[in-house]
């Protein structure tokens, strides 16, 4: 699959384009005029954020995954359970929707996440320049779905302000709820530290026929 | 292809893959996609600002009854204890949880929100036909940086999972606010369908 388009980038240019209005202006240019957003180039140097920030979403996700999200008393005793006993619990019940919705939020998407950011990363001048659909498209749905992964957190907040019912039940939040809160947000913030740009830049040689 | 003749302000960059494209208004329904990746470029302005500003307007006062009414109820064994919105922010305000709480409160009410609060500063006088309030190229961008930071929707599936885990253990009512919040999903739905950012990028710099 070879589309034989030839494109002509803002980069080619000697434009710069602004990311967030689309706008362009000679290369250079700081800020954009229009909206004033900062400039940025098309370059590799940024790859470090990606970098710094996906570290830091890992550094939180274990202790997430560690420690209780939830800590339940009700009238039969105490428990405690952390993101994947949830989904445990969830099940023997037989919800076994919403024991897929929380799976698939609190556990899939964190873990193909970081996977698929590093991939992005890596892969990074190793594109043909011409093709890289697959690439855009994983880093699209990386930027869309990451963000649902607060549903669990969103789920002990909830279940904290409402079940205060004394000695009958109670529960109340764990560590873990905070560490998986910061992990969600790194990891968003290292999506969008990567420069969708990137994905066409291609390997150096290569020009535009 | 791309002739490079024309005024800087006529061209537009694909924000996904660099590719330049000469912007043109468009009609009603049609848009632009960026011939090498297939980024939408233009949305069709399908609605005038005045509509989008009657939606974040109705959205910000849905805001009021969501946070202030009644959220859920919950009853156990003759015990009961209703809980709203703001209290389930405040689920993690003791102890060393207390930044989450902030963050929560950011993210379903304060953010929201201050995005519709920034449309409708960007948009009103736009749409009377006269020049873009100061700062409005902030406030507008303000308000689209802020976009994945905005989570009512994901709050209220959280709600939907919260509810399920609950049944077991005691009977939930649902409040005034959770209608209300789910309103407040649709309609920011609706103003997102209707906005086309690129047209409104070109009114601010027009103005
Ligand atoms: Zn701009
Ligand atoms: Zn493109």
Redesign the interface.
């Known amino acids: 699959m070879t589309p034989t388009?030839?494109?002509?980038?803002?980069?080619d240019?000697g434009?710069?384009?602004?990311?967030?209005?689309?706008?362009?202006?000679?290369e250079g240019t700081q800020a954009c005029g229009?909206?004033?957003?900062r400039l940025r180039r098309?370059s590799t140097a940024g790859l470090q954020r990606v970098w710094a920030w996906w570290l830091a979403g890992l550094i939180f996700y274990i202790p997430a995954n560690l420690y209780p999200m939830l800590r339940t008393a009700?009238l039969g005793g105490h428990q405690q359970n952390t993101i994947l006993g949830?989904v445990v619990e969830?099940l023997a019940?037989h919800?076994y929707l919403?024991a897929g919705?929380?799976f698939f939020a609190s556990l899939v998407i964190p873990v193909a996440k970081f996977f698929a950011i590093a991939y992005l990363a890596l892969s990074v001048g190793h594109e043909r320049r011409a093709g890289?659909?697959p690439h855009?498209h994983l880093?699209e749905v990386v930027?869309f779905i990451g963000?649902?992964s607060?549903?669990?957190?969103?789920?002990?907040?909830?279940?904290?302000?409402?079940?205060?019912?004394?000695a009958?039940?109670s529960i109340h939040?764990g560590?873990a709820?905070?560490s998986f809160?910061l992990s969600v947000?790194f990891t968003?913030l290292s999506a969008?530290s990567f420069d969708?740009?990137l994905?066409?830049r291609g390997p150096a040689q290569a020009k535009d026929p | 292809m791309t002739d490079l003749s024309v005024p800087l302000d006529q061209l537009i960059a694909c924000p996904c893959c660099d590719a330049l494209h000469h912007a043109t208004v468009l009609g009603e329904t049609e848009r632009a996609a960026c011939v090498r990746c297939g980024t939408l470029l233009i949305t069709p302005r399908t609605r005038s600002f005045l509509h989008v500003i009657a939606l974040a307007f109705t959205a910000m006062i849905l805001m009021v009854g969501a946070v202030f009414f009644p959220f859920l109820t919950i009853s156990a064994k003759g015990l009961s204890h209703a809980s709203s919105v703001f209290e389930a922010a405040m689920a993690f305000s003791d102890g060393i949880l207390a930044p989450l709480s902030l963050a929560v409160l950011l993210a379903i009410v304060a953010l929201p929100t201050l995005r519709f609060a920034a449309l409708i500063y960007t948009l009103w006088p736009l749409s009377n036909g006269r020049p873009a309030w100061p700062h409005a190229a902030r406030a507008f961008r303000l308000a689209e940086e802020l976009q994945p930071w905005a989570m009512a929707e994901i709050f209220i599936i959280g709600t939907a999972v919260a509810l399920v885990k609950v049944a077991g253990l005691a009977s939930v009512s649902l409040g005034p606010a959770f209608w209300a919040f789910c309103a407040l999903i649709i309609v920011t739905a609706l103003k997102n369908v209707f906005m086309s950012k690129w047209t409104i990028w070109r009114a601010i710099e027009q103005s």
């Not at chain 1, 388009?5 to 980069?11: C, D, G, H, N, Q």
């Not at chain 1, 434009?15 to 000679?26: H, K, Q």
């Open positions: 388009v030839s494109v002509l980038t803002a980069r240019a434009l710069t384009g602004c990311t967030r209005c689309g706008r362009v202006w000679p229009r909206c004033g957003a098309v009700t949830g969830l019940h919800n919403v919705v929380v890289s659909h855009l880093y930027e963000r649902w607060m549903i669990d957190v969103f789920v002990v907040a909830i279940l904290s302000a409402l079940v205060q019912l004394g009958v039940a939040p560590p709820a905070a809160a947000a968003m969008q969708p740009r994905i066409w």
